[in-house]
Nanobody, 119 residues
Framework: QVQLVESGGGLVQAGGSLRLSCEPP????????MAWYRQAPGKQRESVAT??????????EYADSIKGRFTISRDKNERTVYLQMNSVNADDTAVYYC??????????WGRGTQVTVSS
């Protein structure tokens, strides 16, 4: 079954940190590229962090809104992808999803993990 599983969300105070985890579908031996997306209430889903070509010329991309605060990385197991979130603020409140980065067709979307930042 093709399923992405996101975890690690929760309630965090403004200025705090969280680490989100993304597990790819079971048939994926290693992750080469992955992205984190988020969808806030009443807004469209947006890409916030992208990891490309982890096997060769690893490159990361970040949305301006989270640049310098969030870091995307891949675990040594070459499957799990993380989003380290530091210095969070109320604008980071959203459901966070992982999936393949555009323009690659995405997997079916997982359930996501809710991040709520309290002031």
């Amino acid at each position: 079954q093709v399923q992405l599983v996101e975890s690690g969300g929760g309630l965090v105070q403004a200025g705090g940190s969280l680490r989100l985890s993304c597990e790819p579908p079971r048939n994926v031996v290693r992750v080469n590229s992955m992205a984190w997306y988020r969808q806030a209430p009443g807004k469209q889903r947006e890409s916030v962090a992208t990891l490309r070509n982890a096997e060769t010329t690893e490159a990361t991309e970040y949305a301006d809104s989270i640049k310098g605060r969030f870091t995307i990385s891949r675990d040594k197991n070459e499957r799990t992808v993380y989003l380290q979130m530091n210095s969070v603020n109320a604008d980071d409140t959203a459901v966070y999803y992982c999936n393949l980065p555009a323009p690659v067709p995405p997997y079916p979307w997982g359930r996501g993990t809710q991040v709520t930042v309290s002031s």
